[in-house]
C-alpha cells in the first residue's frame, strides 16, 4: 500500500491529469494534494478527482511535502509534482518497485532531458567534491521520488530549491539504500533566468549547509567550490538571451555609500599606501594591481566584514525589487573585487556581476588580482568595454540598459548606455550634465523607477539634464545620511581628490 503525495500551486490546468496517470497503478493507493496555498482553481480541480486534499500550513514545497508525509497513511511515500502532462501511466510502479521489493529505501528518479544547469554546473560538481558517493546520481534535484515514510520522517525538509537535494543527501547520510529509476521521457517548462539563478543560490546552499561536518583537510576543497559558484553565475546571464532590459549599478557610486577601498585601507591600516598609490599610479591597471596587494594576508571574513560595515543607498533593496517585477535583471558593476560584489548582489537579490578577481588561496588573499577579459579591448581597460560584451554574449543591446554611477570615473558608461544616470556625482558636474541622461540628486534611487518602464521603447527617449540650480544641491544627501548613521569620522577620513584619466 502506497501514498502518494502531489503538492501543487496554482496547477489547476494540469492537477486533473496528473491525478487520472497517477491512478492507473495497480497499486492499492492513496492520493494526497497538498495545496500551497493557490490563488487558482487547484484545490476545486483536484476534488473532482475525489481525492484527499489538505492545505499546507505555510507556503512552500518543503512544507507541503514534509506535511503531506505527516498526513500519509502508508509506510511507502511517492511524491510527483503536479505540472507535468507527460509521466508514464506506470510512474507509481516505477518509483516505488525497489523499495516494495526490498531493493531501495529511497528512489530518486532520472528521465530523458538533458540535465539543468544547475545540476551541471552546481549540484553535481559539489557532490562530487563533499559526497563523492552521491555524484553519480544522473539527476540529483528530481522532485519525483519514493521512500519508506520512517525514514522520511526524520528528515529535514528544506522550504526551498534546496528540497531535493537535501533529502538524497539526508536519506545517505541515515545509511539508506539508494537506488536511480528511469521514468521515461518527462517534460516541463524551462526555468527562467531569475529562478536559475535563485535555484543555484539555494541548492549550493543546501549541500554546503549539510557539508559542515565533513572535515575539509584539504582546504583547496573551497577554491573549487568559489570556482563551481563563479561558473553557474556567468552561466545564469547565458539565459537571459531573451531578455530586453538590463540595469548596471557602479557598487561603489550607487549602492555603497562610501568606495570600498577606501574603507578597507581604513580598517585594515593602509590609508596612506593607498593615497600614495592613487597619487602615483595613472595607469589604471597597475593601480588596481598595486591596490590588491595591500590585501596580502586578509581572510575572505575580514573583506567582507568591511563590505558589511558600508551603509548601503537606503532604498537600493526596494528599487531592485521594483525593477525586477518589471522585467529588468539587475547587476553590479566595479573596479574592485568580484568576492565583495557576489556578496553585495547576494544580499540584494541581484543577478550578475562585472569585477575583477582577487585571488584567494584556501580563504586568504595573495595579493594578486586577475583583470576581467570583458574590460579589456585592444589592451586597453575601460568598464564600457562590457557593453558591447553583453551585446554579444546575452542580446541585449546597449540601448536597453540603464547605467548608473556617479560620473567622475564612469563618463563613457553614462554615455554609451542606452540611458546613463549619475546618482549624486560629487565630482565635474558641469560636465556630467552633458554625458548623462539624469542625474539623481540626494541619497535617494527612487527617482530610476520613474524611468525604468516595462517598455524597451522608454530606451529610445533621452532625457534632459537637469537645471545647473539643481545640480548645486547634489551630493548634500550622502553627506547627511553619512551624518544620521553615525560614519562622520570616515567621510572626514576620505582620501584627497586626484585628477587622473577617466574612462
Known amino acids: 500500500m502506497i501514498s502518494i503525495v502531489i503538492p501543487v500551486l496554482n496547477e489547476g490546468s494540469t492537477i486533473r491529469q496528473v491525478i487520472k496517470t497517477v491512478k492507473k497503478t495497480t497499486r492499492k493507493i492513496e492520493i494526497i494534494v497538498v495545496d500551497d496555498n ?49 509521466y508514464p501511466d ?36 559539489l557532490l562530487s567534491i563533499l559526497y563523492p558517493d552521491l555524484a553519480h546520481f544522473q539527476q540529483p534535484l528530481s522532485g519525483m521520488i519514493a521512500g519508506r515514510k520512517s525514514l522520511l ?46 535555484m543555484s543560490r539555494e541548492v549550493s546552499r543546501t549541500i554546503l549547509r549539510k557539508a559542515e561536518n565533513i572535515p575539509q583537510e584539504n582546504l583547496e576543497t573551497l577554491g573549487n567550490i568559489n570556482i563551481i559558484r563563479e561558473q553557474m553565475e556567468y552561466s545564469i546571464l547565458e539565459s537571459i538571451d531573451k531578455l530586453q532590459k538590463m540595469v548596471i549599478f557602479n557598487l561603489d557610486h550607487a549602492v555603497f555609500t562610501q568606495n570600498y577601498m577606501q574603507w578597507a585601507a581604513i580598517a585594515f591600516d593602509h590609508e596612506d599606501e593607498l593615497q600614495r598609490i592613487n597619487s602615483e599610479e595613472t595607469d589604471a591597471i597597475a593601480r588596481m594591481e598595486r591596490t590588491a596587494a595591500l590585501f596580502q594576508g586578509r581572510n575572505i571574513a575580514e573583506i ?26 539587475c547587476g553590479l558593476i566595479t573596479d574592485g573585487f568580484g568576492t565583495v560584489a557576489r556578496h553585495i548582489k547576494n ?20 595579493g594578486e588580482l586577475s583583470i576581467a577579459e570583458y574590460f579589456m579591448k585592444e589592451n586597453e581597460y575601460c568598464k564600457s568595454n562590457v557593453l558591447p560584451y553583453v551585446a554579444q554574449q546575452y542580446q541585449i543591446n546597449a540601448q536597453n540598459i540603464i547605467y548608473v554611477g556617479d560620473g567622475k570615473n564612469d563618463m563613457k558608461l553614462l554615455t554609451e548606455a542606452g540611458i546613463g544616470v549619475a546618482f549624486c556625482p560629487q565630482y565635474q558636474r558641469a560636465y556630467v550634465e552633458k554625458v548623462a541622461d539624469k542625474i539623481i540628486s540626494g541619497l535617494s534611487l ?50 584627497r581628490k586626484k585628477t587622473a584619466p577617466v574612462c
Open 38 to 86: 493557490s490563488n487558482d482553481n487547484t484545490v476545486d480541480e483536484a476534488m473532482k478527482e475525489k481525492v484527499r486534499v489538505i492545505t499546507s500550513s505555510q507556503r512552500g514545497k518543503g512544507i507541503s511535502m514534509r506535511e503531506g508525509m505527516m498526513a500519509a497513511k502508508y509506510d511507502i511515500i511517492a511524491y510527483v509534482d503536479g505540472d507535468i502532462l507527460t
Open 90 to 125: 506506470n510512474i507509481i510502479d516505477l518509483l516505488t518497485g525497489p523499495i516494495e521489493r526490498d531493493e531501495a529505501d529511497f528512489v530518486k528518479s532520472y528521465f530523458e532531458r538533458q540535465a539543468g544547469r544547475v545540476t551541471q554546473l552546481v549540484a553535481k560538481p
Open 153 to 198: 520522517s526524520k528528515v529535514q525538509f528544506e522550504n526551498d530549491y534546496g528540497v531535493d537535494i537535501g533529502l538524497l543527501i539526508d536519506m545517505h547520510l541515515q545509511g539508506a539504500r539508494i537506488v536511480e529509476a528511469n521514468i521515461g521521457k518527462v517534460e516541463n517548462a524551462m526555468q527562467t533566468w531569475e529562478q536559475l539563478s535563485k
Open 304 to 329: 567582507l566584514e568591511v563590505a558589511d560595515a558600508i551603509p548601503l543607498v537606503p532604498d537600493i533593496r526596494e528599487v531592485v525589487r521594483e525593477l525586477k517585477k518589471r522585467g529588468y535583471a
Open 347 to 366: 544580499k540584494l537579490g541581484m543577478d550578475f556581476v562585472f569585477a575583477n578577481k582577487l585571488h584567494l588561496v584556501n580563504s586568504v588573499a595573495t
Open 446 to 495: 527612487a527617482p530610476l523607477l520613474d524611468i525604468a518602464q516595462a517598455s524597451p521603447a522608454k530606451f529610445k527617449i533621452r532625457l534632459p539634464n537637469i537645471s545647473k540650480k539643481q545640480a548645486r544641491n547634489i551630493g548634500l544627501g550622502s553627506l547627511v545620511g553619512l551624518a544620521g548613521a553615525g560614519l562622520l569620522y570616515f567621510a572626514v577620513k576620505q582620501m
